[in-house]
Every structure is written in structure tokens, then in C-alpha cells.
């Protein structure tokens, strides 16, 4: 089905599945512990042996010799698999360094071997034994010593074009009356999900089955068999259930390549899980950044002129964080400027993490726009809304499909209780406590992607939805389901969803926000042509017929749904494919968060008291999920303000803290109240389904609120994440 003109009325528009806040079908199996992740398909591989990665010890380099024997003669050992003996082996093309290295090191804990034996415990205690002979050599381990050397990426990437620039920025800046220049940090992020990176491996001849934890099996499928060289149509990739992934998952990792070939050398299927400090050092990270902000106004609060600026680093080949991508789209003002600039580091390999781009351009962009609202004697909420467009500010003949961003802001406003704040900062205390509240504004584009689906109905009337969409907590069988439910006129219980297996049609995957519209929109083409299938043998027009209550109806006439299928099961596969609306509107969702904050006035201790997110995000198509995926997201965003940092050891080029217990992010007692509000809004030049996304969104703009919030309190300005005690304690109010 080719979307190519705005929706009009359709079935989805019936709303009596679809926008209801359902429980997620596949929570009583994880609740109950049946729903099989990717390393407990025990059943389907059967006497499987075990991996136990062995990582590089050095940053940069090479191996000069590797010692195996002691290893191999210990007991249970099957085989020990390195670069000198799994044969000739491609790059994947979604990674920036190869997933078996040697004997050149590109960083830290790549993978250099796997040992195999008949348990796990064995494997761990053999790998021990492998001695590793190092040349070392020196490596670029700190941003912020590299930032002189970064260069402008050499192509474009996720979001465009490494530089823009509309007017003369820098003449305008230089003439405006009021003018904020200023730059900010953030570190490097883990995505520290709880399912670790896992895999089983097994091989039926020259066909390999990978069991493995992945968001988009159709990317993994064309990496391994490249990886491999092996014909695409022998790889198989199953993900029932993911255990998180926000984009460490979008790409194949070592354990997915490791268990294939230990399994190819063996003869038996292998599971390979990675130990937490490699998810932490040997998968991707979101990338550090240093970011320069200039903003110029008039006296009365208009933006005439605003220039943002990112440097981050990477492997070589890799890409760079794009942390000014919001910049251009957020607000008005007729010159403007972005760049970005990519430093080569010898760190493991950046990436996407949830909201790549906007999650930390947004921790900069919007405290600077708290900084220029104080200049300029204006409440921040006000200056967001004074500068507010429904153009696309570099190409104004291109609106908005919707832009709600006002109403978020000033729905958020009264909601929240923001006419109480008291503008001055550190001017609010009770008791021990400094009291203080934030807002930023939140934008994440709306992105399309093909997504395709098949539809099965039997002489029952069930409904079964066959797709390689990925479930990755994020509640895909359950918004599927409704869908399928919707368009067929059927109960939920009368819709079967089989997800996460590359032998199903390709979807949209789970990343980018794009999953749940596009992935929803690839189940309503499969549906239509079911729909046409079924009206056809039941004698009907399908314009005029309506599916609902298990039957179809037209006129006076009715039949069972199941009828159709009476002689033999109906099956219809679709998928939606993209014209150009998105390229003549601007397709994005909007926010705003608000935080309120309490500082210890004698130790400096950051808590925050309440949280607010209000988002205008399309038709959603599950409120309870898609207040879950908010919520979980405002937790990230504080982890990432208060608390999460991956330290580097620029002497040796790693991440220290490389586990749960040093890499803190946040739990039950750190998080307060959670409220999330949805805007009645529709966009139907999105998709049928007149949906967009919302679980990147509930990030951006978190870590900003929760900085402007602590500003309030204590009147410290801090532009350097995470607020840690260290960067603020010596400059609270005087105790009274």
C-alpha cells in the first residue's frame, strides 16, 4: 500500500481497540517468567555447549602472540575460536569496528576469542587461561583534547548535513542587543538495559538459526551473512522478546557473530552471552559531546539570530553524535547556524542511544534558553513560546503537519503549578531544603520506514499477524494486536501476534521512534487486502462492507467473518510505503517536561519532587503503554541529568565504571511522582494510523528541566552533566 495523501476516515477511526488503554497481552508471561528470551530457547536447541568471550586487554594495537594450550587442555573445553582460525570473515557493515578482532586491537574488550565448553563454567574459568602478548600503542582517549583536531564528517548522517547555515549568523549575532555565548558537556552514556547481549547459534547444514537479542532483524540478517559470506537467505534471526535495547540492540554484536561460528566449529548450538562489563566497553555507547551555543535576541525576547555547534568522537569510519539536529527545527529566527565536528578516538564505539541527536542536544540547547530568557528579564516559558514556529525555520515554505509545542508548554504550565515559582532563584526554602522548578521543551522527528506484515484467517474467525516487528518492552504485540482487532471487527482474544522472526515479512523494527506508527501502518495494509479478500468470497463490496463484532456487514446483509475461510485459511501480506509528505511537512512530535527539585542546602544532595511530561505525539494508540514508555523514558532523562556518566581511564583508554555497581542509574527511591499528559492530536499526514511515536520524545528535554530546576533552587548554573555534588557544593546560598 502506498501512503501517499493525507488519511481521510478509515477503520482505525472507530477507536473501539485501538487508542484504549489495554493491558499488554504478553505481561503475564513475562510476569510469570514463560516468555523466552534469547538465550533460554532451550528446547529449540537443544545440548547446547557455552561461550565465554575473551577481550582485548589494551585500547590500540596489536597481538603479537596468543597462547591457547593451557586453555584448551582444560576440562570441558570444545574448541577455542580467534581470527587465525575462523577463516576469512567481512566487516559488518553496521559496525564500526570488527566483531572479532586480531590482530589488530581497536579498542578495548574487543572480542579477540571465545572459548567453548560443555558449561558455562568451564568456558569462564578456560578463558582465564588464554595468555594475550600486547603491542601497545598510543590511543586518543579525551574529547576534549581532541577537539581541536575533530573535522567535519566526511558524509551526511542520521539527520542530514554536518553543517547548515540560513542568513548571515555571524553578522546578526555580532549586532544583537542581548547575547548568550555559551558551551556545555555531556559523558558517555551506557544503555545499561537488564537483558545483557545474548545468542543462541545452531546450524542445519549450510542454514544458521540465531537466537539473539535484537531490535532490527533485517539489519542483522544482511550483517551476519556478510559477516560470515554466506547467502542471506540461509541466516535465520528469532527475538521473541527483548529485554531492552535503546539502539544497543539495533545492531549485531560480538555474541551474535561468536555463537555462529562456535556453533560452525563445534557441531553443536552455542550460547554466548556477554558479561556486563563488555555490554559496557565491547557494544555502543552514546558518544560524549561538547557543544557551543550562541543565541542573539532583541530586547523584547524575539531570536534573530542562533548557532549551535557539537563536537563528539568515534572510531575511525564511525559517526558523530548529532546533537544539534533539534537546533533547527525547535525555534524561529532567521539566521541561523549548526555544525558538527568528529574527533577520532580509540574509545569502543559510539552509536545510538534513545533520542540520539536530541536527547543530549537538548541538555544544552535548553538550559541555554533558560540563560537567554534571564538575560532578557523574560519567564522561560514565555520566550519558548514568543519564538515558537509553524514553519520549518530553514525552509519556511514548509509547514508543521502538527506543532502543538505552545499548548504543551502552557498545558504544562497550569497543570504543574508553574505561576507559584518564584523567578529569582534560590530565593525558595523549607526547612534544610533549597526548592526550585524547570521546564525545557522536548522535539523528536517523525520518522517513516517500510514495514511489512502478513495477516492469516481461519474458518474460526481469528485473526493471526505474522511480522519480523521487535517487542522490546515497549509493548508491539499488544498495539498490534489492536490493530489487527480494529480492522478485522474482532475481540482481542481473536487476534493471535507472532513477532521478532526474520522469516515473517520485514517491518520497521524497533528504533528511531518509528516502530509503533509505522509497524501499526504495515498491519492495516496487510488488513486492507484481507479485508478485500474476505468481502469478495463472501459476496460483498468491500467499500461498503463493515467488519465489526466478528462479522461483515453491508446493507440489510451479514456474515460471519470466519465464513470466508470456510473452505480454507485467507492469507494477505502488505506492507506501507512512504510518498513524499513527509518531505512536503515537517513531521515531528513535541513536549514539554517540567521537574521541581529539592537541594540539600548543607550537603548539596539533589531530589527531585515531581516530574511532568505533556506530549502531542499523534494519535496514540495505547494509553497505558504509551505512558509507561514516558515515564520510563523521564527516568533515563533524570539518570542522564543526576547521576549516569561512563568515566574514562585516558591512561589506558576504557570505561572504569563498567557495571550496575559503578555505573549508577537511577532506582525506585530516586524517582518521585510521575504525571503524563497526551494531546488530543492527530496527524493524518503520518500514516493511516495518524499516529508518530512517543518513546524518545518522554527523554528530550529531561536533563535540561532537571538543570534549570536546580538553578532555581540555588541560583548555581551548571553546564557541565551530570550535576554531581562536585560542581555545585561550594557555591550554594550562605546557610541561615
Known amino acids: 500500500m502506498k501512503f501517499d495523501a493525507p488519511a481521510t476516515t478509515n477503520p482505525i477511526d472507530r477507536l473501539k481497540i485501538v487508542g484504549q488503554p489495554l493491558d499488554r497481552i504478553e505481561g503475564r508471561f513475562k510476569t510469570t517468567g514463560t516468555a523466552l528470551y534469547a538465550y533460554e ?36 573445553v570444545l574448541a577455542i575460536v580467534t581470527a587465525q582460525n575462523a577463516g576469512r570473515l567481512e566487516k559488518g557493515k553496521l559496525n564500526t569496528a570488527r566483531l572479532l578482532g586480531g590482530p589488530e586491537i581497536e579498542h578495548y574488550h574487543q572480542a579477540i576469542a571465545v572459548v567453548v565448553a560443555e558449561t558455562f563454567e568451564q568456558a569462564r574459568s578456560a578463558a582465564r587461561l588464554v595468555r594475550v602478548e600486547y603491542v601497545a600503542e598510543q590511543g586518543a582517549f579525551d574529547l576534549a583534547e581532541a577537539r581541536d583536531s575533530a573535522a567535519r564528517p566526511s558524509a551526511e548522517g542520521f539527520g542530514g548535513s554536518p553543517d547548515t547555515a540560513i542568513g548571515d549568523f555571524a553578522g546578526t549575532y555580532a549586532a544583537a542587543p542581548v547575547k548568550l ?88 548450538p552455542v550460547k554466548v552471552a556477554l558479561h556486563r562489563p563488555f555490554v559496557f566497553n565491547n557494544t555502543t555507547h552514546r558518544p560524549a559531546t561538547i557543544q557551543r551555543i550562541r543565541i542573539g535576541a532583541k530586547p523584547d525576547g524575539t531570536i534573530t539570530a542562533i548557532g549551535h555547534e557539537s563536537w563528539s568522537g568515534d572510531l575511525p569510519g564511525g559517526g558523530p553524535e548529532t546533537a544539534v539536529n533539534q537546533t533547527r527545527l525547535l525555534y524561529a529566527g532567521a539566521h541561523r547556524m549548526t555544525a558538527t565536528r568528529l574527533a577520532v578516538l580509540d574509545l569502543p564505539e ?54 502543538q509545542l505552545a499548548t504543551c508548554l502552557r498545558t504544562g504550565a497550569e497543570r504543574f503549578g508553574w505561576s507559584r515559582r518564584n523567578p529569582l532563584p534560590g530565593r525558595t526554602r523549607h526547612g534544610r531544603w533549597l526548592r526550585g522548578m524547570g521546564v525545557a521543551a522536548a522535539l523528536r522527528n517523525n520518522l ?82 484481507l479485508r478485500e479478500e474476505v468481502a469478495r468470497r463472501l459476496g460483498f463490496n468491500s467499500e461498503d462492507a463493515v467488519f465489526a463484532d466478528g462479522e461483515v456487514r453491508a446493507g440489510q446483509r451479514a456474515a460471519p467473518l470466519g465464513g470466508a475461510a470456510a473452505q480454507g485459511e485467507i492469507v494477505a501480506e502488505d506492507a506501507i510505503a512512504y510518498g513524499d509528505l513527509d518531505k512536503t511537512h515537517q513531521q515531528s512530535t513535541f513536549g514539554a517536561h517540567f521537574v521541581e527539585v529539592g537541594v540539600d ?45 561512563l568515566v574514562v581511564d585516558k591512561r589506558h583508554g576504557f570505561f572504569v565504571n563498567h557495571d550496575l555497581a559503578g555505573y549508577e542509574v537511577p532506582v525506585h527511591a530516586d524517582i518521585p511522582h510521575q504525571d503524563v499528559v497526551f494531546l488530543d492530536e492527530t496527524d493524518p499526514l503520518s500514516s493511516p494510523m495518524k499516529a508518530k511515536g512517543v518513546g524518545e520524545l518522554g527523554i528530550c528535554g529531561v536533563g535540561a528541566a532537571v538543570a534549570n530546576a536546580v538553578y532555581n533552587a540555588t541560583g548555581v548554573r551548571i553546564r557541565d552533566y551530570p550535576l554531581t555534588l562536585d560542581k555545585h557544593l561550594d557555591r550554594l546560598p550562605e546557610m541561615s
Not at 547446547?48 to 570441558?76: N, T
Request: some cysteine.
Open 41 to 76: 530457547h532451550n528446547d529449540a536447541a537443544p545440548n547446547p555447549a557455552y561461550g565465554y568471550v575473551v577481550g582485548a586487554s589494551i585500547a590500540k594495537g596489536r597481538i603479537a602472540a596468543m597462547d591457547l594450550a593451557a586453555a584448551e587442555r582444560a576440562p570441558g
Open 350 to 403: 559510539g552509536n545510538a542511544m534513545r533520542a540520539p541527536g536530541e536527547a543530549p542536544g537538548l541538555m544544552a540547547l535548553e538550559i541555554a534558553m533558560d540563560e537567554m530568557a534571564e538575560k532578557l528579564g523574560l519567564d522561560p516559558i514565555e520566550f519558548r513560546i514568543l519564538n515558537d514556529t509553524q514553519v520549518d525555520p530553514e525552509e519556511p515554505q514548509r509547514p508543521f503537519s502538527q506543532r
Open 181 to 268: 555565548d555559551a558551551t556545555y558537556t555531556t559523558p558517555d552514556h551506557a544503555h545499561a538495559m537488564m537483558e545483557p547481549h545474548a545468542s543462541i547459534a545452531a546450524w542445519d547444514g549450510d542454514r544458521l538459526t540465531l537466537w539473539t537479542s535484537n531490535q532490527m532483524l533485517a539489519w542483522g540478517v544482511a550483517d551476519v551473512a556478510r559477516m560470515l559470506r554466506i547467502r542471506r537467505e540461509n541466516v535465520r534471526l528469532i527475538s521473541h522478546h527483548v529485554g531492552g535495547g535503546f539502539g544497543a540492540k539495533l545492531f549485531v554484536r560480538a555474541d551474535a557473530l561468536l555463537a555462529a561460528l562456535a556453533a560452525r566449529t563445534t557441531g553443536r
Open 601 to 645: 542546602v548543607a550537603t548539596g544532595e539533589i531530589r527531585l519532587r515531581r516530574m511532568l511530561a505533556v506530549c502531542a505525539a499523534g494519535r496514540i494508540l495505547n494509553p497505558k503503554s504509551a505512558r509507561s514508555q514516558v515515564i520510563g523514558a523521564m527516568t533515563m532523562g533524570a539518570g542522564a541529568a543526576l547521576m549516569e556518566e
Open 448 to 529: 517513516l520506514t517500510k514495514s511489512g506484515a502478513r495477516v492469516r484467517l481461519d474458518g474460526r474467525g481469528m485473526v493471526t499477524v505474522e511480522t519480523d516487528m521487535t517487542d522490546i518492552g515497549t509493548g508491539s504485540y499488544t498495539i498490534i494486536a489492536q490493530t489487527a482487532a480494529e480492522m478485522m471487527g474482532v475481540p482481542m482474544e481473536n487476534v493471535i501476534v507472532h513477532l521478532g522472526d526474520s522469516a515473517f515479512p520485514v517491518s520497521a523494527g524497533s528504533g528511531g521512534q518509528w516502530g509503533a506508527n509505522n509497524a501499526t501502518a504495515g498491519v492495516y495494509a496487510a488488513c486492507m487486502k
